[in-house]
Every structure is written in structure tokens, then in C-alpha cells.
């Protein structure tokens, strides 16, 4: 791999994800969507969770947005209030676009503890009314490729000639890279996306080969360039995730699981989800089977 990258970005800020409560007795480490760095564009939240029962994210809705569920460790049950439920278990994939409206519940679905990461990507204002639809890819389903001492799980776009299946309603790449000792990783990046690491194991050197190593549960910004730089110096295998997006470049406006781009809008989607209207009519008689014994 000759200079695929010619201008590597540098890590422009470093976030520690230190743990704090979520949902029902669930833990989060939370990077982006903390108040420091309250939106990454397209990026408005990024969790590493750790749940388990009884513990979890009972009945809840979205609206305006996308989530991103990976998971690192166990098992994660999940319903909405159309009758979709399934599993997601270790290495799997959930791709949601809540678009104008889903209800749900993520649940732990096996003993110990459930880790994962989830990510939440803006819609643009033309997409954040789209019907809610899911994409869901098996772990062994999840193209993977290997060179010199890198494998790469390919979540969304490319890398080393693998390409994800997902469709990206906001054009995203989402890469989960494992390098040996000693390995050396210039993976591009579109010019113009913002990009942010988050390490998972191990240590690594980014951007500049003679910065500091950073070690799990850390966020780091990137700065301009076309591509990302990442060094193995240590005898540890090194495992991290690199997230990509074209900036919207449009207003935020959150309201908890709401993003809309005007507070009109926030006001209609409150009215919305109280009335159960546009897109919200099936969460008036629902409640999670998961959560139906349980005292929430
Ligand atoms: C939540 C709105 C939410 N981080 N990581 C408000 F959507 C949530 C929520 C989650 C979540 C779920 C999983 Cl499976 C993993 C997460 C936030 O569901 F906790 C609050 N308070
Ligand atoms: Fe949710």
C-alpha cells in the first residue's frame, strides 16, 4: 500500500468516554452528545453501553435521525411498536433510520453483561420525515478484509476492497479495524467528511507517527485531510473504530430522542408523540412484550 493517503489528518481534540448512567440501570460511556461536544456533524450521539438485565432501554421513541447499534459483547433484544423484534448478538449489525417516527425497547437478551456501541447520525431535513425502516446485517454477514497485519469489519462504505451493503440516507463510513503488532494502517477518507476514532483495545498512535499512544474508551477528532494514519507500536493487538459523514451543514434542534432542524418542528413532534400522530398512531395501545412484567 504505497501513499494512498497524502495528506493524513491529524487528532484535533482527544475525548475521555468516562461512564455515567443511561436508560434503566444502564451504563454509557458517551463521547459525541455530551455537553463538550454536544454535535459532531452528521454525528449526534456516540455511546460505548454496557447493560445488564434488569437493566436496559425501555419503551422510547426517536424521531429525525438514525441509530447505529454494533455490538462488542452478549446480546441485545429489541421490539418497536410496528411488531418488528429481533436479536442482535455479538459481532451483529442494527442499522435503524427511526425517519418520522419509531417506538422501541433495546433489551439485554442473555446473561452477564450486553456491550456495544451506538452511534446516532442526523437526517437531513428531506429525509427526517422518510418512513422508519431497518437494515441488519449478521456478524458473519459483515464484509471483512485483511492485508499486512489490518482487518478491517466493513460497517458502512469501504476498505481494502470490501464494501458494506448499507445504505446510508447520510452519506457515512464506518470502519472496525484490528492491527497487529507492528502494523502500519493509511486508510482514505472523502476530503470534505468529518471523521472521529474511538478506540476499543489496545493502544495506537494516530495521525502523527510520533504523537502519543491513546488507549479505550477514547474519542479523537480529526482534523483536515484525506485520509486517516494509524501505527500498532505496542505488542497488543490494537482495535478501534474509524466513523466518517458529510456534514449537513443544516440547524440542530434536540429534544432528547427528537432532532428536528427548527424548535416548530420539536413543538409539532412533542404534540406528535402525545397524541400519537404522523407516524406516531401505533405507540397509542403499544407496550414491549420485553418490559411488560417489568416495573418501568
Ligand atoms: C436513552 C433517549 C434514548 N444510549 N445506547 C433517551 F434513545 C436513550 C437510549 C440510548 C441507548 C440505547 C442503547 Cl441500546 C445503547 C444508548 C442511549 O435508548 F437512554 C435516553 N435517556
Ligand atoms: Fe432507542
Excluded at 489528518?9 to 482527544?14: D, M, P
Excluded at 454477514?141 to 499486512?148: C, G, S, V, Y
Excluded at 474508551?217 to 490494537?238: F, I, R
Aim: with cysteine; hydrophobic share 35%; aromatic share 10%.
Amino acid at each position: 500500500m504505497e501513499n494512498v493517503v497524502k495528506e493524513p489528518r491529524i487528532v484535533t481534540r482527544k475525548f475521555l468516554a468516562r461512564p455515567q448512567h443511561e436508560g434503566v440501570g444502564a451504563i454509557v460511556r458517551r463521547s459525541i452528545g455530551r455537553f463538550e461536544l454536544k454535535y459532531f456533524d452528521p454525528f449526534l450521539l456516540m455511546d460505548e453501553f454496557s447493560v445488564s438485565a434488569p437493566a436496559g432501554f425501555p419503551d422510547h421513541p426517536h424521531r429525525g435521525f438514525e441509530t447505529v447499534t454494533y455490538m462488542l459483547q452478549g446480546c441485545l433484544a429489541h421490539e418497536d411498536f410496528e411488531g418488528h423484534k429481533g436479536t442482535i448478538g455479538d459481532g451483529d449489525l442494527q442499522w435503524m433510520t427511526a425517519g418520522r417516527g419509531i417506538v422501541h425497547s433495546e433489551m439485554p437478551a442473555s446473561q452477564g453483561t450486553q456491550k456495544g456501541l451506538q452511534l446516532w447520525i442526523n437526517l437531513s431535513s428531506k429525509h427526517k420525515m422518510i418512513d422508519p425502516s431497518y437494515q441488519e446485517i449478521a456478524s458473519k454477514d459483515i464484509p471483512e478484509a485483511a492485508k499486512e497485519g489490518i482487518k478491517v469489519k466493513v460497517i458502512a462504505g469501504e476498505a481494502l476492497g470490501a464494501k458494506s451493503p448499507i445504505y446510508t440516507n447520510t452519506p457515512t463510513m464506518y470502519l472496525d479495524f484490528t492491527l497487529k503488532p507492528g502494523a502500519h494502517l493509511e486508510q482514505p477518507i472523502p476530503i470534505s467528511w468529518n471523521a472521529f476514532v474511538y478506540v476499543l483495545e489496545g493502544k495506537g498512535i494516530f495521525g502523527n507517527s510520533k504523537s502519543l499512544p491513546v488507549t479505550a474508551h477514547n474519542l479523537l477528532l480529526l482534523g483536515l485531510g484525506d485520509g486517516l494514519e494509524a501505527w500498532n507500536k505496542t505488542s497488543k493487538p490494537l482495535r478501534f473504530v474509524l466513523v466518517g459523514g458529510e456534514p449537513l451543514g443544516e440547524p440542530v434542534v434536540q429534544f432528547g430522542p427528537f432532532v428536528m432542524n427548527t424548535q416548530e418542528e420539536i413543538d409539532q413532534t412533542i404534540e406528535d408523540y402525545e397524541n400519537c400522530t404522523n407516524g406516531f398512531e401505533k405507540a397509542r395501545h403499544w407496550r414491549s412484550e420485553a418490559t411488560l412484567g417489568l416495573d418501568y
